[in-house]
């Protein structure tokens, strides 16, 4: 037998036929690795054995936990004061969410929508443009950044005309 199969050997003990109780045995006498910790473990079950028998008094602890339920359930004004701050606060943001004012943004639907509605319902034919200048002041004022064509260029954006 070797280590390991002692090892394994020893979390069955009880259950071991006469021949490998002597095996068991006989290795246990030949190392000392293995006896030192069969001994710790034997050690371990005798004291947890020793502590698990202690007759325990809990009687103070009993005492003592009910004693702090017991003072906690009582009515304070602090209590009282925690549990109607926190549905107030939650209500007064969720209100300030609600009517917060919102500025819609443009889209390109409604841009559509309006171009549309100018050029076939109003009959306004919408003038392109292909001045670079015009076009640079028309996205300027759009995205409010003087240099966005230069940087939309290096990406592959050209824009010949503009409505």
Same mark, same amino acid.
């Given at each position: 037998?070797?280590?390991r199969e002692f090892q394994y050997t020893a979390a069955c003990r009880n259950d071991l036929t006469?021949?490998? !109780?002597?095996?068991?045995? *006989?290795?246990?006498? &030949?190392? +000392?690795?293995?006896?030192? %910790?069969?001994?710790? /473990?034997?050690?371990?079950?005798?004291? !947890?054995?020793?502590?698990? *028998?202690?007759?325990? &008094?809990? +009687?103070?602890?009993?005492? %003592?936990?009910?004693? /702090?339920?017991?003072?906690?359930?009582?009515?304070?004004?602090?209590?009282?004061?925690?549990?109607?701050?926190?549905?107030?606060?939650?209500?007064?943001?969720?209100?300030?969410?609600?009517?917060?004012?919102?500025?819609?943004?443009?889209?390109?639907?409604?841009?559509?929508?309006?171009?549309?509605?100018?050029?076939?319902?109003?009959?306004?034919?919408?003038?392109?443009?292909?001045?670079?200048?015009?076009?640079?002041?028309?996205?300027?004022?759009?995205?409010?950044?003087?240099?966005?064509s230069a940087k939309l260029a290096p990406h592959g954006y050209h824009l010949s005309r503009l409505?």
């Open positions: 037998m070797d280590c006469q021949d490998e !109780r002597l095996d068991f045995e *006989s290795h246990l006498a &030949d190392c +000392a690795d293995c006896y030192t %910790r069969s001994s710790d /473990a034997y050690l371990d079950c005798l004291v !947890r054995c020793a502590v698990l *028998s202690e007759p325990i &008094d809990s +009687a103070p602890l009993k005492a %003592r936990a009910l004693h /702090a339920i017991a003072s906690q359930a009582r009515f304070s004004p602090r209590n009282w004061l925690n549990w109607t701050l926190v549905p107030v606060a939650a209500l007064s943001l969720m209100f300030a969410f609600l009517h917060h004012p919102r500025t819609p943004e443009p889209s390109v639907l409604t841009d559509a929508i309006e171009d549309h509605t100018q050029e076939v319902t109003q009959h306004l034919p919408l003038e392109w443009t292909d001045n670079q200048q015009s076009m640079r002041n028309q996205l300027s004022s759009w995205t409010g950044d003087p240099d966005i409505r």
